[in-house]
């Protein structure tokens, strides 16, 4: 038996109405759903024959899922909306959860192309942490995730993410270098380029700290030698040079040595993703050679007072063994003709890999292993021709070097007066091979000191200690010189390159001191070991590149395993996608 509802209960009764909304095919089914969820419209249901009349205004669910995938914008901005919808429709108590549309198996979480929004990309260096590569390789061993399992700790251009790792580790192509950068060094990126740290902020300090910062010790320690030289030469002895300053100049590099590989060595623990940067850097991989052939140089410039007449054979060891293993690195990488090949990546800093040649082959004539100095010096000839040759003919298949690389045209002077001074030391006198050698070197400083216009309208930067050495080296070969052949001009020449020389240096090092402790502008952002390693090396064009991968080997997998006409239809079907996709 029933009654009707009086007034009282009519208000809390709820009659309920069973909806199935039916989504079309067609493309306008984004557009529809869209449009129902901006305009946010109230349903109205009527009650039924019990009810006290009038209509009951009640929101429509709304749809989470989709019946077919749709495009990225536009299914991030139906999931915008839901989330809007969600907030003002439980009177502010439901919390919004993140929502993720899932696109073959992964989510770019809204992320712009330059690797994550800018508030997530400030201030996170942590793609060239060492940690972060070790947490990717320990992620890489961890079992794969289901295809459809939505991740938003490891979405790719999420920053720190295994995705941002993989960009960062693979190394990046040496004319990619070449096209992003600019510069005496190519340390400056170009205004079409972007890179995957911050601009707008000041970096940490090792991440600023360079490889060329060596060749401060370069520098220094050249000059202890020539100060040394011009202490000791018969030739030279009208200067009467105290030999204290030898001491002191060679105190000094030292100090500057052991500050300097104290600091790069904290970078290479803690930043070991920027140390792999610098070393694929076609400029900056023959700087890896400076710190060895500083130490080097100081061994050749010891004060005699303070060492026997023969050094111990195992300096020579100590500091020949790692300029060994790099030539074998990168003169194979020259000799197999790959992406690294000579006539791709050769610029005047190349000179540096072969210096190192004579330089072992003087300290080897000091510690009394004449035949081991013998055989670095021809390497280092072998491999100096073959140098000379390609930056000199520029043939019309090489890259163009930039013109800003002008200033580092001072390595070509380095290589011709080592090996001058290396013959000198291994054989006893300045013959004639020693002659051709030092002659070859004084003819090319003559071609560049003429040409002052290599040398403007470049600012300040700490490679630039890189260029005294080869004007250093240039001035002990001239004082080798004046002994073989003593006279009035013989003596000017090496007195008139040697002020030149320490002048030179004399006017870098108030610089660089102004620079560190006055302007603190010594050491401004590396930007170019943060380039990214294609044109477009974003997150959109990762993915671009990873779906047509993925498509290709599908074509392929069902090429292998279905029957001819099969294959067939599915060219048909993919070239009619891509017509439709033109018009």
Not at 13 to 41: K, M, W, Y
Request: glycine share 8%; charged share 20%; hydrophobic share 40%.
């Amino acid at each position: 038996m029933t009654s009707a509802p009086s007034s009282s209960s009519s208000s809390t009764e709820h009659h309920f109405v069973d909806i199935h909304p039916v989504l079309s095919d067609g493309n306008d089914n984004v557009n529809r759903l869209r449009e129902r969820q901006s305009s946010n419209t109230a349903v109205k249901f009527r009650r039924g024959s019990g009810g006290g009349g009038g209509d009951v205004a009640r929101t429509q669910p709304q749809m989470s899922t989709f019946s077919r995938q749709i495009s990225l914008e536009s299914g991030m901005a139906v999931l915008n909306m839901e989330k809007k919808n969600v907030k003002g429709g439980s009177n502010g108590n439901t919390k919004e959860e993140q929502r993720v549309l899932l696109r073959n198996g992964k989510s770019l979480g809204g992320l712009n192309v330059a690797g994550g929004d800018a508030g997530q990309r400030k201030g996170d260096f942590s793609i060239f942490r060492t940690k972060s590569t070790l947490g990717a390789r320990q992620n890489s061993l961890m079992p794969l995730r289901k295809e459809n399992e939505p991740d938003l700790t490891h979405g790719e251009g999420v920053p720190g993410s295994t995705g941002a790792d993989e960009r960062v580790n693979k190394s990046v192509p040496a004319g990619r270098y070449f096209a992003a950068l600019r510069g005496p060094e190519l340390d400056q990126v170009r205004d079409s380029e972007d890179i995957l740290l911050p601009k707008d902020e000041v970096w940490p300090f090792l991440l600023r700290f360079p490889i060329g910062c060596f060749g401060i010790c370069l520098g220094l320690g050249s000059q202890a030698i020539l100060w040394g030289a011009l202490a000791s030469s018969p030739a030279m002895a009208f200067l009467r040079v105290s030999p204290y300053i030898n001491i002191a100049l060679w105190l000094l590099a030292l100090v500057i040595l052991v500050s300097v590989s104290v600091t790069y060595t904290l970078k290479c623990i803690f930043y070991f993703e920027a140390i792999r940067r610098e070393y694929f850097h076609p400029v900056r991989v023959n700087f890896f050679f400076a710190p060895w052939i500083a130490c080097m140089f100081l061994a050749i410039g010891t004060p005699p007072r303070w060492v026997p007449k023969h050094l111990h054979p195992a300096i020579w060891c100590a500091f020949i063994a790692p300029v060994f293993v790099l030539e074998v690195k990168i003169y194979g990488q020259w000799l197999s003709g790959g992406k690294r090949r000579l006539c791709k990546v050769a610029n005047p800093s190349s000179h540096l890999s072969v210096v190192g040649n004579f330089v072992g082959a003087i300290l080897a004539a000091k510690v009394g292993w004449g035949e081991a100095g013998k055989f670095l010096w021809a390497v280092g000839l072998a491999h100096y021709v073959c140098v000379f040759v390609t930056l000199y003919q520029r043939l019309p298949t090489n890259e163009a070097l930039p013109k800003e690389l002008h200033p580092v045209y001072s390595m070509f002077i380095a290589t011709p007066s080592a090996a001058s001074i290396a013959w000198t030391t291994i054989y006893g006198k300045f013959d004639a091979v020693s002659t051709t050698f030092y002659f070859i070197a004084l003819f090319l400083y003559c071609s560049l000191v003429v040409r002052i216009n290599f040398f403007r309208g470049f600012k300040f930067s700490v490679a630039w200690w890189s260029y005294t050495f080869p004007m250093t080296t240039a001035s002990l070969a001239t004082i080798k010189y004046a002994e073989s052949a003593p006279c009035f001009v013989s003596r000017g020449l090496a007195l008139s390159l040697s002020l030149m020389s320490s002048t030179m240096v004399s006017l870098l090092f108030v610089s660089t001191l102004l620079h560190a402790f006055v302007w603190r502008s010594l050491f401004p952002n590396d930007l170019a070991i943060a380039i990214t390693k294609s044109r477009n090396g974003g997150a959109k064009a990762h993915g671009k590149e990873k779906k047509a991968d993925r498509k290709g080997y599908d074509i392929k997998r069902w090429a292998k395993q279905s029957p001819l006409s099969l294959v067939s239809s599915i060219r048909k079907g993919n070239s009619a996608d891509k017509d439709s996709e033109v018009k």
